[in-house]
């Protein structure tokens, strides 16, 4: 595509070689290609048509303001070569943990045999070639605490892989049973905290207390009462804290800012976010270790700030997500996600009011967390609603649409605008025929080098996709990488990370108010004044 779009702008010569084509005048070659039956009339009438769509586009990138070429503006996550090793501990070695670690540049073993396996089946299998390219983030992992014996050796096998970014292995990271304890060690600058949610406030306040760095998956905590004292020990301290939200790093949604920045959409009065799954896996029925007994979980330290205590319990513990005493299902799970990418494009903070509604519709296991779960979010000073909605048991594809008088965007892994066939701002080049509110003013693609005008289906297909990796100046990274290399950075460096405990704050406050709702049946306000949801 993005060949075919060079091809059309410039005069080339003529000439009977490959390596001549491309001082082949457009004229030339066309004539050229004309002279063959079939092949020519297809051939000009395609060309003709991709002037058509470039005048178009010129036409539409001049009234909105928007450069057409170039990617977004992503700044380098980090400012400076990494400097002095840091130490790092992992507390939580399960699946996201692992996946943290691995991205940090330290891949388990296996997993680094799995991808060689994966490239050798598929050449086109990128995972591996992600990974070691990755930037050195000059860490090593010097700790590991986790209360599955299984996960923990796993975290230690992962700290000293040879095969990883920067190359060669470090020594063998120490296994601790009480977070405290590595806390205390003198052996960490910095932790990663991957826990389930009802860990992550005593934890991450445990950690300030010793003056130690925290990066924490989201959602930031369990509680509102959680979110006020984890707020308020953060912010009395100096150190460096970064929520786990990947998308503040997603190529996509710092162009849709700059595309909120010119005003493209015009006023926008709604958002409808989305997130559906259709599998037991996506609706958090994980896989039970054949390993996981009494024996090798300590369960009584799991369950140590859960609200209810429950005998020993396989199915809690590896699918936890699935009862409250431990998270906050689809809340704090996936709408988390929806609404800080909102709060990134727009800057919407903690909503006025929320209204929820949903069920166990279909996941009749035992779980009391919702697998049906909508919220209403009224922002009346920005004149403005946020809408979610959630499926266990579809899989309809996800994303998030801004919706303006003049134009509407929908964001996930790419980027598409289109017109309202009753805008203000666009009325004439509509009536002009410039633009045509049936197909996208502009799709935008992480990887490709800028925005097409005018948008096939095919781009429309691959459009509507969401992306796991995002792209940084055209090259494929990680964005769990780049997260965790701008949390090092600050820490390194100085500066504000992206998604900060105020952003981390506003996301907490905002899943708390959706959870409350459902489970009082009544809608909730948030009190700025008294700090409290009521």
Known sequence: MTDE??????????????????????????????????????VYNFVRKRAAEATKRQAIMAELGVSER????????????????????IIGFGGEGEALVRHAGFAHPGWVEDARKAVAEN??????????NQQDLNIAITAVCDVFDVRAERGIAASQVEVRPGGGALPAAKRYRRYQDMLQSGDVDAVIIATPDHWHSRMTMDAVAEGIHVYCEKCMTRTEE??????????????????GHQNRASESHNKA?????????????????????????????????????????????????????????????????????????????????????????????????????????????????????????????????????????????????????????RVSGSLTVSADSDSTRYEQKIKDRMIDPSV?????????????????????????RG?????????????????????????????QTSCNI??????????HMATRSYLEGRRVTWDPVRRRIV
């Not at 059309?8 to 066309?30: E, F, I, K, N």
């Not at 953060?234 to 970064?242: G, L, M, R």
């Not at 990796?469 to 965790?484: A, D, F, N, P």
């Open 257 to 409: 800012r700059e595309i909120i920045a010119a005003n493209i959409l015009g006023p926008i009065t709604l958002v409808e976010a989305t997130t559906n799954r259709n599998t037991p896996w996506g609706a958090w029925v994980w896989d039970i270790h054949e390993e996981g007994n009494p024996a090798t979980i300590d369960w009584e330290h799991f369950q140590e700030p859960a609200a209810h205590k429950v005998p020993f319990n396989l199915g809690r513990f590896f699918r936890w997500r699935c009862w409250y005493d431990y998270g906050t299902g689809l809340s704090g799970d996936l709408l988390s996600h929806e609404y800080d990418a909102v709060n990134q494009i727009l800057e919407v903070g903690i909503p006025k009011s929320a209204v929820s509604s949903g069920g166990i519709y279909y996941f009749k296991d035992g779980r009391d967390v919702p697998d049906v779960f909508q919220s209403v979010f009224e922002y009346p000073d920005r004149d403005l609603t946020v809408m979610y909605s959630a499926t266990l048991a579809n899989g309809r594809n996800r994303s998030a649409v801004f919706m303006g008088h003049d134009a509407s965007m």
């Open 5 to 42: 779009r060079k091809d059309v702008g410039g005069d080339q010569p003529a000439a009977d070689s490959p390596a001549d084509w491309t001082t082949m005048s457009r004229r030339g070659w066309l004539k050229a290609l004309v002279s063959i039956p079939v092949i020519g009339v297809f």
């Open 123 to 132: 050449p086109r299998d990128k995972q591996l070639e992600v990974y070691l």
């Open 70 to 89: 170039g990617p977004a503006v992503i700044p380098d996550l980090i400012s400076k070569p990494p400097g002095e090793r840091l130490r790092v501990g």
């Open 226 to 243: 959680e979110a006020l004292a984890m707020h308020a020990a953060v912010k009395a301290s100096d150190i460096v804290f970064q929520l």
């Open 467 to 495: 992306l796991l990796y995002t792209y940084q100046g055209g090259r494929r990274v990680s964005s769990y990488h780049l997260l965790i290399g701008e949390w090092l950075d600050v820490i390194r460096n100085g500066g």
């Open 502 to 511: 105020d952003r981390g704050f506003e996301e907490a406050i905002t899943c």
């Open 440 to 464: 996208p003013m502009f799709t935008y693609q992480p990887g490709l080098k800028g925005i097409d005008a005018v948008t096939s289906a095919t781009e429309e297909y691959f459009a509507s």
